[in-house]
């Protein structure tokens, strides 16, 4: 149960990969197969308008299982909140158009994601909230990710060292959202 509180949390404040995840997971809806990324240590970064923003910054050991988990998780909460998931990919760039329910909010999110071959990429996401969700009405998030190299001796895939310096297992956490 603490690990489900956890991922709740989380998601807001660490949007990039379950954002990546819900980005991509819509295509499995359209025959299409996710984008593969690098396997090894990726950091994140994410960057939005709200002016007590300061940014974030994780770093987090990948590979194709834990990408695949992060799919199917994406692709689940996709199914359960959204009305509208629309993902066109083409060529390095994918936009989506999201409209999805937050409680008693709607949410509704247009990205452009661009990708640097397997090896990186940014999305910039526009959110307006109706009614405002915890006073905002509007968002607009930058998300950047690049590939490191391989994962430090002792990583285990899903590893995820957090801002305030705390690791957590990403596959774990993820374990706890299903049950």
């Known amino acids: 149960m603490k690990r489900v509180r956890a991922v709740e949390i989380r998601m807001p404040r660490f949007p990039s990969l379950v954002l990546v995840a819900a ?12 984008p593969k990324l690098r396997p090894g240590s990726w950091e994140l970064t994410r960057k939005s308008d709200r002016p007590d923003d300061k940014g974030q910054r994780t770093t987090i050991c990948t590979d194709e299982s834990l990408q ?9 909460a996709v199914k359960g909140m959204c009305s509208k998931t ?8 994918g936009n989506a158009d999201f409209v999805c329910n937050l409680g008693n909010t709607t949410m509704r999110s247009k990205a452009v994601m661009t990708f640097s071959g397997d090896t990186g990429y940014r999305t910039e996401i526009d959110t307006t909230y109706e009614p ?11 998300l950047e990710s690049r590939w490191l190299g391989a994962c430090k001796p002792g990583q285990q895939p899903g590893d995820m060292l957090l801002p305030n310096g705390q690791t957590i297992n990403m596959r774990n956490a993820l374990g706890g959202a299903r049950k």
Do not use: C, I, T
């Not at 629309?86 to 760039?93: Q, T, V």
């Open 86 to 93: 629309e993902f066109k990919l083409s060529g390095n760039k």
């Open 132 to 142: 405002p969700l915890n006073g905002q009405a509007r968002a607009h998030s930058v």
């Open 23 to 34: 980005l991509v997971a819509p295509l499995a809806a359209f025959g299409q197969d996710y």
């Open 68 to 76: 695949r988990e992060m799919w199917d998780m994406g692709l689940g």
